[in-house]
């Protein structure tokens, strides 16, 4: 099973780019890479994935690189509201189960 | 709305009780979820039925039961609850078995046992 790293915390100051690294070196060739986030007392909220091609949608931008052995999770103008921990995931070899990680923590400060 | 829901939202109990915790989706999704997320903020999956047939039972103990009477409901039943089953459980579907789509979650059920 792909196993993925990720910082533990970061900050984001409000207007400014978040970019939310992965490491996701063991992952395999049909592997997708998925993010999630959860504000804090909600549940989990899909955010976006990838294969091998960049993507966005009206949430995020998911920059995989080309080995596929890490990706980047853009958030384009963070607001106060995307403070939450914030989880990479690569779960297709996983039985079907989304096992989660410890995430990062972003604080987008004012 | 279409969306996962949860109820209760808290439930406060004593040791030894027996309580249920009800989900339902109207998404059309075939496969339902649930997960534990305990004091350390650790996700855990527990159960996950697809089109109403058990496929995950992680090593939970046997006081939880899940029961699916049809594909958009996935109740928790816990038998003789315990100081340790203190906990968030959430609840989610997904469109197909592995979440191929991403998955949808609930908001939560804030379970305290006394």
């Known amino acids: 099973d792909a196993k993925t790293t990720q910082p533990p915390s970061m900050d984001c100051a409000e207007g400014r780019a978040a970019n939310l690294p992965c490491n996701h070196s063991t992952i395999s060739g049909n592997e997708y890479v998925y993010w999630y986030r959860q504000i804090h007392s909600q549940g989990p909220q899909y955010i976006i994935h990838g294969l091998k091609n960049n993507e966005t949608n009206e949430m995020a931008s998911l920059i995989i690189t080309e080995d596929r052995k890490s990706s980047t999770l853009i958030l384009p103008h963070a607001t106060l509201r995307d403070t939450a921990v914030y989880y990479c995931i690569v779960p297709y070899n996983q039985g079907g189960k989304l096992i989660f990680g410890q995430g990062t923590e972003l604080s987008v400060k004012p | 709305d279409t969306a996962v829901s949860q109820t209760p939202k808290y439930l406060v109990t004593q040791m030894g009780n027996d309580k249920s915790i009800k989900c339902e989706q109207n998404l059309g999704h075939d496969t339902m979820y649930w997960y534990k997320q305990d004091s350390k903020k650790f996700l855990k999956i527990m159960f996950s039925?697809?089109?109403?047939?058990?496929?995950i039972n992680e090593t939970v103990p046997n006081r939880f039961s899940p029961k699916s009477p049809d594909k958009a409901h996935l109740n928790l039943h816990i038998n003789s609850l315990e100081l340790g089953d203190s906990a968030v459980y959430f609840c989610a579907s997904s469109q197909d078995f592995g979440g191929r789509y991403g998955y949808t979650f609930g908001s939560g059920t804030r379970l305290t046992v006394v």
């Open positions: 039925y697809n089109n109403k047939e058990l496929i």
